[in-house]
């Protein structure tokens, strides 16, 4: 059924909104972000408000559908953040959280604004004192990354799920092994780049951010950055080109791999076809 109302909180510039509302063009939209952009107020479908969750607006009844994408793992208390999504949740309505997946460990681990890595054990219990239930869980696919979702109902009764039970001893295990592969990273890529006189990046997005804070020597080694749109480069402290412009001049140079180890592999490929050489770290961080 096509909800009537929807609310997301943590939307950004209101783009899936915007998408939502088009998908379900008769249903109202509201959407809460803190670092929202001067809303549009042209729509009057497509509310949109700077604030939290506890900033929601008093006149705005309760929805049908309410999201959560990327936002609980940053919150101080995702029962208490649960909780107050329960409570503007219509009858028969649904709350659907997307965020990192826990299970294997993987690069949200290393993100200082990421206060919980959730399991679907740990979502389940943040609703315990709620109505709400979980309902259904999936992990995205491979192409799209390390993230999961979650469907939370009030409860009527229904056991639709099987009761989830972490491994916490091998959970603790796979942690830590991977934090450790992080500490050791900056000494081996250090050893791996010792015989290349220039160093270039592959790749300036979050992948590279990691890497200039958590292998800062050989960040200091890296004398550009290149990738297919520099558009997407972040701001990392170096100068930054175009793959296609950049490749004639960087004969000799080693291409540090700075995209997420699942991908690494292909780009090594690219490389290798162009005659270029590749220090890739994926043997030791798998995700």
Not at 118 to 144: E, N, W
Not at 196 to 218: D, H, I
Not at 221 to 230: K, M, Q, S
Request: include cysteine; hydrophobic fraction near 45%; charged fraction near 20%.
């Amino acid at each position: 059924m096509a909800p009537s109302s929807i609310f997301e909180i943590g939307c950004g510039s209101g783009a899936l909104l915007r998408e939502l509302s088009t998908l379900w063009p008769d249903a109202k939209c509201l959407g809460l972000d803190p670092a929202l952009p001067t809303p549009d107020r042209s729509d009057p479908r497509l509310r949109l408000e700077r604030g939290f969750v506890e900033d929601t607006p008093n006149d705005v009844g309760n929805f049908d559908l309410i999201i959560a994408v990327n936002v609980i793992e940053h919150t101080p208390s995702p029962r208490g953040f649960l909780a107050s999504l329960q409570s503007r949740l219509a009858t028969g309505g649904r709350i659907v959280i997307i965020c990192p997946s826990a299970e294997p460990p993987n690069h949200e681990l290393m993100l200082f604004d990421h206060l919980y890595s959730l399991t679907v054990t740990a979502l389940g219990s943040a609703v315990a004192d709620t109505p709400l239930v979980l309902r259904r869980h999936s992990f995205a696919s491979a192409a799209i990354g390390a993230f999961q979702m979650v469907t939370f109902e009030n409860a009527d009764g229904r056991a639709d799920l099987p009761a989830y039970r972490d491994d916490f001893h091998n959970l603790t295990s796979m942690r830590q092994s991977y934090l450790d592969g992080w500490a050791g990273l900056d000494q081996v890529l250090l050893d791996r780049t010792r015989s290349v006189s220039r160093l270039v990046a592959f790749g300036g997005g979050e992948t590279a951010a990691l890497l200039r804070a958590y292998a800062p020597r050989t960040w200091t080694r890296v004398e550009l950055i290149v990738l297919d749109d520099v558009d997407e480069a972040w701001s990392l402290d170096h100068p930054v080109a175009s793959f296609a412009n950049a490749v004639g001049t960087l004969g000799g140079a080693g291409f540090l791999i700075a995209t997420t180890p699942r991908v690494q592999s292909v780009v090594v490929e690219r490389l290798q076809a162009s005659g270029l050489q590749s220090i890739r770290w994926d043997d030791l961080i798998m995700n």
